[in-house]
Nanobody, 121 residues
Framework: QVQLVESGGGLVQAGGSLRLSCAAS????????MGWYRQAPGKQRELVATVTRGGSTNYADSVKGRFTGSRDNAKNAVYLQMNSLKPEDTAVYYC???????????????WGQGTQVTVSS
């Protein structure tokens, strides 16, 4: 019943910006850490950013200083502001959240469907 829905992907020129959004829906008791992953063709999925319930963040070295993760707990949402985009940022970006559904004994990870980000030269 719990679902993550992403939006904001698209095509942008190098140096441009995009803002990704992800909102969780369903009968939710609590949401712990949320984050973003990405996967380019022929490569493993890699962690991009995480945001704790209190707003603390961690980033992959490749995006530090360019990407900013944030969240709105009242909306069950997490965001990724991407600035100074490079062609090597091209990938499918996935939202992730550790969520305890109402009535569940413990939390587990949920994933969004992925959204394509393409950065051209």
């Amino acid at each position: 019943q719990v679902q993550l829905v992403e939006s904001g992907g698209g095509l942008v020129q190098a140096g441009g910006s995009l803002r990704l959004s992800c909102a969780a829906s369903g009968v939710i008791f609590s949401i712990n850490t949320m984050g973003w992953y990405r996967q380019a063709p022929g490569k493993q999925r890699e962690l991009v950013a995480t945001v704790t319930r209190g707003g603390s963040t961690n980033y992959a070295d490749s995006v530090k200083g360019r990407f900013t993760g944030s969240r709105d707990n009242a909306k069950n949402a997490v965001y990724l502001q991407m600035n100074s985009l490079k062609p090597e940022d091209t990938a499918v970006y996935y939202c992730n959240a550790n969520i305890a559904a109402y009535g569940a004994l413990r939390a587990r990870d949920y994933w969004g469907q992925g959204t394509q980000v393409t950065v051209s030269s």
